[in-house]
């Protein structure tokens, strides 16, 4: 089982990125895929779901209207947008994968001037 994240970076406040994570080696399809993200000392937060039998999705308070999650089952991709950036985004950003409980490995997005 492997999920690999990418598109992490160091972006200017306001700015974008898009964040991808491959998936192999389970049933993507039938798995709902998460984003959380993580800074020093504190716990890991759940920033955005979607669901994979009818992609619904939902999003933290913190980036709703900002952030769009969205999956490619073709791909076995799960990709979160990021628009309007803010320095409080700054964090590492991971994938998740339900059932099964697996992790990738994160990519470190930076929000500076």
């Known amino acids: 089982v492997q999920l690999v994240e990418s598109g992490g970076g160091l972006v200017q406040p306001g700015g974008s990125l898009r964040l991808s994570c491959k998936a192999s080696g389970f049933t993507f399809s039938r798995s709902v895929m998460s984003w959380y993200r993580q800074t020093p000392g504190k716990e890991r937060e759940l920033v955005a779901t979607?669901?994979?039998?009818?992609?619904?999705?939902n999003y933290a308070d913190s980036v709703k209207g900002r952030f769009t999650i969205s999956r490619d089952n073709t791909k076995n991709t799960v990709y979160l947008q990021m628009n309007s950036l803010k320095p409080e985004d700054t964090a590492v950003y991971y994938c998740?994968?339900?059932?099964?409980?697996?992790w990738g490995q994160g990519t470190q997005v930076t929000v500076s001037s």
């Open positions: 979607i669901s994979w039998r009818t992609g619904t999705t």
């Open positions: 998740n994968a339900v059932p099964g409980g697996y």
